[in-house]
Nanobody, 117 residues
Framework: QVQLVESGGGLVHAGESLRLSCAAS????????MGWYRQLPGKRRELVAL?????????VDSVTVRFTISRDNAENTVYLHLQMNSLKHEDTAVYYC?????????WGQGTQVTVSS
């Protein structure tokens, strides 16, 4: 069984930091790319950061330099993190983790990040 559980969101002021975590349960995740997505109010879900199984990273322009994605592969679980620094009001969204190559994994509940300006 595969499962994605996000945590770490909250309410912060602009300029502050948050660290999001995701527990991806299932051995299938260790060999797959994984990403953090976000859904802004009234917008479609977008990929903001991706990390390959080999550890290479890629970011959408709006978060480059400010966000850092990382992963820890444990037995049957991948722990995915997103360190978010210098947060801006426009980063307010629900954040989700996902492995694009594992479509059978249902979206988790996400974690709400709210940045007050």
């Amino acid at each position: 069984q595969v499962q994605l559980v996000e945590s770490g969101g909250g309410l912060v002021h602009a300029g502050e930091s948050l660290r999001l975590s995701c527990a991806a349960s299932g051995s299938v995740f260790s060999g797959n790319d994984m990403g953090w997505y976000r859904q802004l109010p009234g917008k479609r879900r977008e990929l903001v950061a991706l990390i390959t199984s080999a550890g290479r990273t890629n970011y959408v322009d709006s978060v480059t330099v400010r966000f850092t994605i990382s992963r820890d592969n444990a037995e049957n679980t991948v722990y995915l993190h997103l360190q978010m620094n210098s947060l801006k009001h426009e980063d307010t969204a629900v954040y989700y983790c996902r492995a694009p190559g594992v479509p059978e994994a249902q979206w988790g509940q996400g974690t709400q990040v709210t940045v007050s300006s």
